[in-house]
């Protein structure tokens, strides 16, 4: 049995997700025991001021010590409760004394088992426009396409301004899933991958209209469960 880290706070809301998923999952798994389970909450606003700066240095200079704090409380591995945050991931990675398990390595393997080829991803402007998920995507014959700039400045506008904010509007779903379904007209896309953990508490669904909504929140706890146990 390992003790697992989180790195939270990126927002709160899927923090929680987290934690209310690792519970139920690893009580169903173990016979009804609770997983060994430490969380750090991070600032948030000082790591969305440093990417809006493109200052990605102090981004994994933070992360290095915070995820030092999980191993020096006991944790045997970690991850980062966000998909933005892993901007930093590859170097984070390098530099830090305790294993991670990546949200975007777990998404590709997911998308690989499903034996989809054309999917696309929204998430943050940071998240849609650099190079990490593309990076891991390369190594498969998957497609990876992201929306065009008008849809990406809205649905990084409504994350930053509302869903990390904890505001869940019915008519901001409602345009997310409209630009998953042009996506699909313009690509052929099959998939959506939710590619920001707040994401999926907004839409609160597995599929539209034949598109499959790739919770990466739950597929990520997926791979942190098996590594626990």
């Keep these: 049995m390992k ?7 990126t927002g709160p809301e899927s923090t929680i997700d987290y934690y209310r ?11 009804g025991a609770s997983p060994p ?16 700066a493109n200052e990605l240095g102090k981004v994994a200079d933070y992360l290095v010590e915070e995820v030092e704090k999980l191993r020096k409380a006991g944790a045997d591995f970690g991850a980062l409760t966000a998909n933005t945050a892993h901007i930093v ?27 989809l080829k054309s999917v696309a991803l929204f998430g943050t402007r940071y998240t849609m426009q650099a190079p990490f998920y593309p990076k891991v995507f390369s190594r498969t014959d998957i497609e ?5 700039g008008e849809e990406q400045a809205y649905i990084h506008e409504i994350y930053l301004g509302e869903l990390l904010k904890d505001v869940f509007l019915p008519e901001t779903r409602a ?16 998939a959506v991958i939710l590619g ?15 598109i499959l909504l790739l919770d990466t929140t739950r597929i990520h706890v997926d791979r942190l469960i098996a590594e626990m146990l």
């Excluded at 430490?38 to 948030?44: A, G, Q």
């Excluded at 042009?182 to 099959?190: C, L, P, Q, V, W």
Aim: proline residues 3%; glycine residues 8%; charged residues 25%.
């Design 144 to 148: 990876l396409v992201t929306p065009d």
């Design 21 to 31: 998923l690792l519970i139920a999952q690893y009580r169903e798994k173990a016979d």
């Design 37 to 52: 389970l430490i969380i750090n909450s991070v600032d948030l606003k000082r790591l969305l001021a440093w990417m809006s």
């Design 89 to 115: 991931f590859d170097e984070l990675q390098q530099r830090s004394t305790l294993p991670l398990i990546s949200i975007v390595e777990a998404a590709c393997d997911r998308v690989q088992s499903l034996g």
């Design 196 to 210: 920001g953990t707040e994401l999926p508490l907004l839409v609160r669904a597995d599929e539209h209209n034949g």
């Design 3 to 9: 003790t697992l880290g989180l790195i939270g706070g």
């Design 175 to 190: 345009r997310v899933l409209r630009i998953a379904d042009d996506m699909k007209a313009r690509h052929g896309i099959e």
